[in-house]
């Protein structure tokens, strides 16, 4: 495997080997601490096999996080806001919106498979974020758990920004790698238990967000930050890739005292932000 000397994506400093797996690494930024992973040779339809898209993540939606976007879209817009979701997968938080009483609602994927019947709902093209060229001009833009699959992320940065009208907002909900339990995962990696790290540094996640890192890309193209919220996800929204049922039940119950304690300590596993571009 060709070894890379990689800098840091969102400022461009150097880094350092954070941690080493078997089909890849994690590199950290030595001035804003931003990690991504590299040197993968764990091949995509390995990554996003059939599994992927039959996750809890998908099943149940998190209720919660959706109640925060429409608040802060009605609060900005009201119900005549122009939404496009990019990435939005089956169109769950879309189809939440319409219930809701928006009407103009947009939603591109690479993948096709919205909710039955949303398709009469809403706009859908399916297309890569990276490749939209959209005459149409939004007044927010939303990215749900997709920045953090990208390598490319400056260049998804950019084109958020082509698609939104001045002034516009951009909702961008990923991980959080202060969360208690990314700090939890590393410790049982260095005690021999991987199993957390494996699962949370996975490299379908190729940028793991700090709250630092995510806000200084959002600086970096000349957003302003309206909001950063650290949120949980619903323990049945949790995945946990073991066989064993004994060992998902006591992985599940850490969880859930896990999202107790990061709920107080405001260290949740993701992090919502919402800023503004230029005028
Ligand atoms: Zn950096």
């Not at 969360?179 to 996640?205: E, T």
């Amino acid at each position: 495997m060709l070894k890379t000397n990689l800098n840091c994506p969102i400022c461009n400093s150097s880094t350092h080997l954070d941690a080493k797996y078997d089909t890849w690494e994690v590199l950290r930024c030595n001035m804003c601490s931003h990690a991504f992973s590299a040197n993968i040779s764990k091949k995509p339809d390995e990554i996003y096999d059939a599994n992927y898209f039959a996750k809890n993540w998908f099943l149940f939606p998190n209720l919660k996080l959706f109640r925060t976007i429409e608040s802060t879209i009605c609060k900005e817009y009201g119900l005549g806001a122009r939404i496009h979701d990019l990435g939005c997968g089956n169109g769950n938080l879309l189809d939440y919106l319409n219930k809701k009483g928006y009407r103009n609602l947009y939603g591109s994927d690479i993948v096709s498979y919205l909710l039955p019947g949303l398709e009469k709902q809403i706009n859908f093209q399916q297309i890569d974020a990276l490749n939209i060229k959209d005459k149409n001009k939004y007044d927010v833009a939303i990215s749900i758990a997709n920045i953090e699959h990208l390598s490319d992320i400056n260049s998804y940065m950019e084109n958020i920004t082509k698609i939104l009208v001045p002034g516009g907002i951009a909702i961008i909900y990923t991980i959080n790698e202060n969360a208690l339990i990314y700090s939890i995962a590393k410790i049982m990696r260095k005690f021999g238990f991987a199993f957390a790290a494996r699962q949370l540094f996975d490299p379908h996640h190729v940028n793991h967000f700090n709250k630092r890192s995510l806000t200084q890309l959002a600086k970096k193209h000349e957003y302003q930050v309206i909001s950063l919220k650290t949120i949980n996800y619903p323990l049945k929204s949790t995945d946990v890739f073991l066989n064993s049922l004994l060992l998902r039940t006591l992985v599940l119950t850490g969880i859930f005292f896990i999202n107790l304690v990061s709920s107080f300590f405001k260290s949740e596993i993701s992090q919502l932000l919402v800023i503004r571009t230029k005028d």
